[in-house]
């Protein structure tokens, strides 16, 4: 998570630069910093999760987080959802229940921290709704990057020994990766509704 924010800071730079330090200026740096921890929280339990579930149960529950949009819409900024969306939500949660056909055997914590994964990723969708109102692209990126990079490289000192170049070459072509689905991800909450966005995640699955 820490190389990710690491490359995704970086490579904001030369975006920044252009537009100089003063476009940094913001009256949202509260939510700019809820978005980042809950961007953060969102990678780490994504991550443990892969390491102890398997790979299917993981992803699908992280993109789950369209089903939750809804729910945090309306837990968080009073959106009444509407009726005719229940039935959907409903089907789409019966959708993943028989999937992973839970049982006691069968399920786990780290099934749970997959959830809470796309409970986070849910808020984050909507914070960056809110800001992409309002904030330039960029701004948003930076401010993410910065201060999730902020968050994470504490716990990270003294754990990069003997990572092999495969696996840097892996965490390097993560955090490109990342920093172009942000800054597409980003600049498609300023075009349209969080409601119509989130579905599309699901063809990650």
Do not use: K
Not at 23 to 44: I, M, N, P, Q, W
Not at 54 to 81: E, F, K, N, T, Y
């Amino acid at each position: 998570v820490t190389v990710q924010y690491l490359i995704c800071s970086v490579l904001c730079l030369p975006r920044i630069r252009r537009a100089g330090l003063r476009e940094l200026a913001t009256d949202h740096l509260a939510l700019h910093l809820f978005r980042g921890v809950a961007g953060v929280l969102g990678f780490y339990l994504f991550y443990a999760s892969i390491e102890n579930i398997p790979m299917v149960d993981a992803m699908l529950l992280r993109q789950s987080a369209p089903l939750l949009v809804p729910l945090v819409l309306w837990l968080w900024l009073g959106d009444i959802v509407l009726s005719q969306a229940w039935l959907p939500l409903g089907i789409g949660f019966v959708g993943i229940a028989v999937i992973l056909r839970p049982s006691p055997s069968g399920l786990s914590w780290w099934h749970a921290a997959g959830l809470a994964s796309a409970a986070t990723l849910a808020i984050s969708m909507v914070a960056t709704r809110l800001l992409a109102s309002t904030e330039p692209t960029y701004r948003i990126l930076f401010y993410y990057c910065v201060l999730s990079l902020a968050c994470v490289a504490p716990f990270s000192i003294g754990d990069y020994a003997n990572i092999s170049l495969p696996g840097w070459a892996a965490m390097i072509y993560i955090g490109i990766a990342i920093y172009w689905t942000l800054e597409l991800y980003t600049r498609a909450y300023g075009m349209a509704p969080t409601a119509i966005i989130a579905p599309i995640n699901y063809f990650a699955v």
